[in-house]
């Protein structure tokens, strides 16, 4: 039976929505099925933004249409009735999950004690214990504790049970003072800041409040935030000093002088970033304007409308944003907040969530950024002109995942993610051009690769290539890893580190592996994206490294030295390499368990296992598996990504002597992501290493 949670408020505009997607993030780290259910949606002509969020997560695997009770017109005529169906199509949901948040009801007019009764008694009749959130703005930290003092005896009342309260949308001065002020003895407290963003509306939004037209920009730039809205009646030169980043200038049509004021302004080095121009009165640029404009190839949006300048700023000033899924930036900033001012484990233990021992692909990734957030290591990012590092690089930071330089020119990615609303102030920028740099690492390269009759000449020449430039600030302690690929090839990315890194001691060959992540556990596929036809040698490397990197994921390494047949029955040159193999691996590192030559079945089936090989340790268990060559790894790992439907976090490049990552050309924000996180735990091992070595 899944255990259900149920997030409820007493009022409106409390921002619940954060709170629900906190426990969302939350339990798909924590169980393997996360389910979402809205008891009462407000209709069915226009869609719940709240229950299309929490679907967009990838924890959640369910339909829109299964995961409502009822509407509020279902609801008002007949309230038994529609209690009733809540219950039945709420356990419709809960059979196929192991725990769901449940997302109260919402409140369009005013705060209404009725409707926090129904909220408690469909709570009571799920069996959901309550996380009240109360909202926090504008009130003293006696009067969020008066608030939460009521909703708590109301719920109460109808046998509702609180197990946490939260205060959001808090002065982030206030934050220690109303947390004391909720805390009681038996309901833990937490109190969220009131963070701008998260209600600041989109371009788009704004222009479809003034019912305005797109004339020029580009339309992807109508998802970026706006900050602040400002009416530029006034001459340029007076209005240039009251621009800010982020903000919508409301100006009338036949303003050219203002309208190109601002595009040049907005292009301007040192001068705020716009995120879009409204034009009033139903008047559009003159032709000859319109030509102009056109010729300054500028991306900032402008919208016509034909409402005037009173009527478009009250529309602007009225539109309050949405935390959507479509905005990468505020769903962020939702779970950095969430995660940073609620104690995760505390508040699963007061709803009595217990954690299952399957590991999910989900749960996996979860525990990657949790790893690399205990220890931020510095990666260094060569594709700063890519708008999926951009993206990445947001949510790291976001996260606090690890900390970034970005290779570039600074204010094209400056600049560039300022359009696409991203937040990159954290991330230092450096340009792999600039003359300082390029004569510092040239004589460094020069000097490392002197014995191949490397000069300074020809090393400037060489390290202005990011991959070169990125794996030296890695060699130089400048960055603790790099990650690359995203627009070049694997070649590109990781020769620079064979000639620059080199191997670990003890590790002759640099090879690579996949952590596949199945539905219920995690393993290690080896090599499957450098060694085209590895020797026993090599094997042996290849072996041995992967179970040191199972090791730093947390897999138990079990190792299974692949080939076509197992044990004793086969021969052949390409058995024979396998056993030798598994021969040098024993003898070099006599503390692992492996196995070899083997077949995959009798490595993961404890059925096969049991006849081929049944006094093995490794047979039927296995979690390393090393392929016998680069045509077996690359289709045996992309076989069970498509067929299984396995997420494959990789390739993983293993060996050398300091962390440097290769990305699919085609990698997802994602993938990017995780191959973040992954090289920042490969830096914190090999951080530990040369300490213990010193």
Known sequence: MARSIYVASP???????????????????????????????????????????????????????????????????????ALSRIVTRYHEVANRCDAVVVVGTDYTDVASPTELAYNARIAANLGAPVVLVVNGRGRTPDGVAQAASVAVAELHANHAQVTAVVANRTA?????????????????????????????????????????????????????????????????????DRLADGAVLITPGDRSDVLLGLLLAHQAEGFPNLAGIILNGGFRPAPTIARLIEGLGSRLPIIATTLGSFRSASAAASTRGRLTADSQ?????????????????ALLAALDVARPEVVTPLMFEYELLDRARADRKHIVLPEGDDDRILRAASTLLQRGVARLTLLGDETAIRTRSTELGLSLDDADVIDPHDEQWVTRFAEQYAQLRAAKGMTVERAREIVPSVSYFGTLMVKLGLADGMVSGAAHTTAHTIKPSFEIIKTSPGVNSVSSCFLMCLEDRVLVYADCAVIPDPSAEQLA????????????????????????????????????????????????????????????????????????????????????????????????????QRSAGAVAIGPVLQGLRMPVNDLSRGALVQDIVNTVAITAIQAQAASDTTQETR
């Open 541 to 640: 490397d290849i072996a041995i490294s992967s179970a040191q990197t199972a090791v730093q994921f947390g897999i138990e390494p079990r190792i299974a030295m692949l080939s076509y047949s197992t044990g004793e029955s086969g021969t052949g040159a390409d058995v024979e390499k396998v056993r030798a193999a598994t021969a040098l691996v024993r003898e070099r590192r006599p503390d692992l368990s492996i196995e070899g030559p083997i077949q995959y079945d009798a490595a993961v089936d404890a059925s096969v296992a049991k006849t081929k090989l049944p006094d093995s340790a490794v047979a039927g268990r296995a979690t390393v598996f090393v392929f016998p060559d680069l045509n077996t790894g690359n289709n045996t790992y992309k076989a069970v």
């Open 172 to 240: 982030p001065g206030s934050l220690d003072a109303v947390r004391a002020a909720l805390t009681s003895a038996d309901i833990p407290a937490w109190a969220l800041p009131e963070e701008p963003l998260l209600t600041a509306p989109t371009v788009r939004q704004l222009m479809d409040s003034v019912g305005g037209e797109l004339i020029s920009g580009d339309e992807q730039l109508l998802a970026r935030e706006v900050l602040d809205v400002l009416v530029g009646a006034m001459s340029i030169e007076h209005l240039l």
């Open 11 to 81: 009022e409106g505009d409390t921002g619940k929505s954060v709170v629900a997607l906190g426990l969302v993030d939350l339990l798909s780290r924590t169980v393997q099925r996360v389910g979402v259910f809205r008891p009462v949606a407000r209709s069915t002509e226009t869609k719940d933004f709240v229950l299309e969020l929490l679907l967009e997560h990838d924890g959640v695997d369910l339909e829109y249409d299964e995961c409502i009770g009822v509407t509020y017109e279902e609801l008002l005529p007949d309230p038994e009735a």
């Open 329 to 345: 930036r505020k769903v962020d900033t939702a779970l950095a907040t969430f995660e940073q001012h609620i104690d995760g484990p």
